[in-house]
């Protein structure tokens, strides 16, 4: 590889997917296109997606309650329209999955089926400095059961001096606490340090454990592969906002393993959009669950952001999970060797990438400590037109996205730090 424009132009030149990046509204900045780093945080709108959402606007003026069955999509069955393309990027079959809510509501709700604490098993392991929403949830659900957070979640951090959690002190964990647990939530992949973690072996640990294996997929769904039914994992949630484009603050997703849908000593909080769909409209009094992950539903659905969710899984769907997958890793080894050619020119070492390297443990997203003027260059980078995310006290997180990133994008990224430096 070379980290020369001519070199990533080239890339570009061969990628089979160049032409999606024309399906997407650039960000402008400085009168050009933006270098836009940031899909791990709210992926960018597909030029699709307005023409979807006018088209429910257009039925809704047309045909008003109508909509609901005479529309062009019907309303009443809209979220139908999702379960055959989420499966195939969450990896399960299409009736285990569900759009519906927004994530950390989806994750309450799961947690009333699978997290049911008694006196002997009641604690959560997690990985620790989890995204804020998560720890929330989790400290609010303890405490709501009648624990206390301090003693019932065990949080799983990396070892001293490093930045990301081993594999085997997570296996550890939950072998030291297999007598207490009663669930196992972690991220997919983890929002600050951008690593992947073993679904499957930790699913298979939690079941050894006698625990229930549940993960937050926000920052791994539509970024690495999975294959969730097969893992074995009992529930997820993600939301559709970051890698799967589906507009700020868009309807999110959920799993249920199949082995859980009929399963009536599971407690859940129940709402008309659950009940079997025979029957919803008589009104009647008793709740009868759907027997698949539609059972979990509890409000009809929202239909305008439904909308802007199925714009993108149309381009997902065109483009090919598994190609999308393939170009992500070029991109990111690109990305990864760019910014060690840069320290290789360096008289001191200016970065330091926290996420793992391995393709297995890692999505889109690198995490680049600043070792040195941090800040200065961050600063920098967006002044230029890089759109790019700061966490305290360092860290630099970037996600080149396979749909609409390009290798000349990441080129731009490391030509404007060593602009900077020089
Ligand atoms: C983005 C993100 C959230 C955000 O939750 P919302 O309910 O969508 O606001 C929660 N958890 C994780 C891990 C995230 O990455």
């Known amino acids: 590889m070379e980290n020369t424009l001519q070199y990533a132009q080239q890339l570009d030149q061969q990628d089979p997917l160049k032409e999606y990046r024309n399906r997407f509204h650039i960000p402008q900045r400085n009168g050009q296109d933006a270098v836009y780093l940031t899909g791990n945080s709210l992926g960018l709108q597909p030029k699709a997606t307005?023409?979807?959402?006018q088209q429910e606007l257009d039925d809704w003026a047309q045909l008003g309650v109508e909509g609901h069955v005479h529309g062009k999509n019907p309303w009443v069955s809209y979220h139908e329209l999702f379960p055959q393309q989420l499966s195939?990027?969450?990896?399960?079959l299409p009736t285990e999955v569900v759009a519906m809510n927004q994530l950390s509501v989806n994750l309450h709700l799961l947690m009333v089926s699978f997290y049911r604490p008694t006196k002997h098993r009641y604690k959560i392991i997690c990985e620790a400095k989890a995204f804020p929403s998560d720890q929330y949830a989790l400290q609010s659900q303890v405490a709501f059961h009648g624990y206390e957070p301090a003693d019932a979640i065990v949080e799983v951090s990396p070892r001293e001096g490093e930045y990301t959690i081993r594999h085997e002190d997570i296996l550890s964990a939950i072998e030291q606490h297999k007598n207490e647990l009663a669930l196992v939530l972690f991220g997919g992949v983890n929002y600050y340090t951008g690593q992947a973690f073993d679904m499957k072996a930790i699913t298979a640990a939690a079941h050894d454990a006698g625990a229930?294996?549940?993960?937050?997929?926000?920052?791994?769904?539509?970024n690495i592969p999975m294959q969730l039914h097969d893992w074995e994992v009992d529930f997820a949630c993600w939301c559709s906002y970051k890698y799967l484009n589906s507009s700020p603050g868009g309807v999110?997703?959920?799993?249920?393993?199949n082995k859980h849908h009929k399963d009536k000593s599971l407690p859940r909080f129940a709402g008309w959009w659950g009940h079997?769909?025979?029957?919803?409209?008589?009104?009647?009094?008793?709740?009868?669950?759907?027997?698949?992950?539609?059972?979990w539903q509890l409000s009809n659905v929202p239909v305008l952001t439904m909308a802007a969710h199925k714009a993108s899984l149309d381009v997902f769907e065109e483009a090919g999970f598994e190609n999308l997958v393939t170009k992500s890793r070029q991109l990111s080894s690109y990305l990864l060797f760019v910014l060690d050619e840069i320290n290789a020119t360096q008289t001191q070492q200016?970065?330091?990438?926290?996420?793992?390297?391995?393709?297995a443990e890692k999505g889109c997203q690198v995490s680049m400590l600043m070792l040195e003027r941090g800040r200065e260059i961050f600063d920098e980078l967006i002044n230029q037109g890089v759109i790019a995310d700061w966490r305290e006290p360092n860290?630099?997180?970037?996600?080149?996205?396979?749909?609409?990133?390009s290798f000349e994008d990441v080129w731009q990224f490391g030509d404007i730090i060593k602009k900077i430096l020089s």
Not at 50 to 53: A, E, L, R, S, T
Not at 88 to 92: A, D, E, H, L, S
Not at 212 to 222: E, K, M, Q, T
């Open 50 to 53: 307005k023409g979807y959402i």
């Open 88 to 92: 195939k990027i969450v990896g399960c």
């Open 212 to 222: 229930v294996a549940g993960f937050d997929l926000a920052h791994a769904a539509g």
């Open 252 to 257: 999110a997703g959920v799993f249920i393993h």
């Open 276 to 295: 079997n769909k025979e029957s919803r409209f008589k009104m009647g009094s008793s709740f009868e669950p759907i027997p698949t992950a539609e059972g």
């Open 350 to 359: 200016v970065t330091q990438v926290i996420t793992p390297r391995g393709e």
């Open 395 to 405: 860290v630099i997180r970037i996600a080149p996205v396979p749909l609409y990133n």
